[in-house]
């Protein structure tokens, strides 16, 4: 069996990754793969090399990233062809049984399903906010970390499955050098995004503006400059700009990403509004993998992943994680006891090998 990850990476990570990687744009469409995998962004090469160890061959398409999409074309003397040329060449290259269809591009698939044969299993994949509810209509199957959106899928006769979000041990090895250990630099951080939207940030934004108005709280975020932030508040879409303003930084992906993780004491995790009852996004696993003591917002599955008070800590409100923040700050030994359990538990439950095992079961029920 052979699987083929199509995706489309957040353009914001591309542009940051080739601005401070610029060999790479005339480099080899191997050479920009590899440094992509190794950057470890999204799933990376998670998937691949835990099925590779299954005896499963895999690759990956990031289909929005030119400059390696340009070489692969350019390797193979195929001029003047349009994105979508490039890609169908490369999946009848490779000739997938699987293809895991993961971007929104309805008149690709539409492409894909047109001109390529081989393909027996088309899969999405959808996080807790439905972005193109549309799509899946078209794929075999819908895959989702949220419990949430699993549910609503069948109830609308989608067939969906949940598998949780992983990571991968070897990025500790990847960023170990440029970690601290004790020597943290920062107390407290939250990494994420703040979208407007009732599936997305209204909520996690109001948070962290009550957040920020009570401790020194350090925010990531990948999706708001100053200009754009100010525009929210005007339109009245985001609320308290000076409060978020103050805490607000660059944000961080791949192994910045993870530096940033490793050297802080805690992070704060805030689901998007749409995971309401489960807990299931990627900071989870992201922050107990790095060794940082997780602060996440309590849901009823907490303990299904993460003993609440022994390998993360959960709190209910703004003013419970102010407190609940405070507390371990003041205790470090305790605080640094619970981070070193959620690294154990996450290395021991919650690696891409554990998901590759229940994926490839997910597989064989739709094939």
Aim: net charge neutral.
């Amino acid at each position: 069996m052979k699987i083929l990850f199509l995706s489309s990476y957040d353009d914001r990570y591309l542009n940051f990754f080739y601005r401070n990687n610029k060999q790479l744009q005339t480099a080899s469409f191997s050479e920009q793969l590899q440094a992509i995998y190794h950057d470890s962004y999204a799933w990376a090469d998670g998937f691949k090399l835990a099925l590779q160890e299954k005896g499963v061959q895999s690759s990956d398409i990031v289909v929005n990233a030119k400059y390696m999409q340009l070489s692969w074309a350019r390797e193979r003397k195929l001029k003047n062809l349009s994105s979508h040329s490039i890609v169908l060449n490369q999946i009848c290259e490779y000739s997938p049984d699987v293809l895991f269809f993961n971007c929104y591009d309805t008149s690709l698939l539409a492409s894909i399903k047109a001109n390529v044969n081989s393909i027996k299993l088309f899969i999405g994949h959808s996080g807790s906010a439905i972005v193109n509810r549309e799509i899946f209509d078209r794929l075999h199957l819908v895959i989702s970390c949220a419990p949430e959106v699993v549910c609503k899928l069948k109830d609308e006769g989608i067939n969906a499955e949940q598998l949780h979000h992983a990571f991968a041990p070897r990025i500790k090895n990847r960023v170990s050098s440029d970690i601290g250990h004790d020597d943290f630099k920062e107390d407290i951080i939250f990494i994420g995004q703040i979208v407007p939207g009732k599936q997305f940030h209204n909520i996690r934004s109001g948070f962290l503006k009550e957040m920020s108005e009570s401790c020194d709280l350090s925010i990531y975020c990948s999706n708001l400059s100053e200009t754009n932030l100010l525009k929210l508040c005007l339109q009245r879409a985001l609320v308290n700009y000076f409060s978020l303003k103050r805490n607000l930084k660059n944000g961080v992906f791949g192994l910045d990403m993870y530096r940033t993780i490793g050297n802080a004491k805690i992070v704060l995790n805030v689901h998007a509004d749409s995971s309401f009852q489960f807990a299931s996004n990627m900071r989870l696993f992201e922050t107990t993998g790095m060794g940082a003591c997780l602060l996440t917002d309590w849901k009823e599955n907490i303990n299904d992943l993460f003993i609440d008070g022994k390998e993360c800590i959960t709190y209910k409100s703004a003013q419970d994680a102010v407190e609940k923040a405070s507390w371990l700050l003041k205790h470090p030994d305790i605080c640094k006891e619970i981070a070193k359990s959620g690294q154990e538990k996450t290395l021991q439950s919650h690696t891409f090998e554990h998901r590759t095992d229940e994926l490839l079961q997910i597989i064989a029920r739709n094939l």
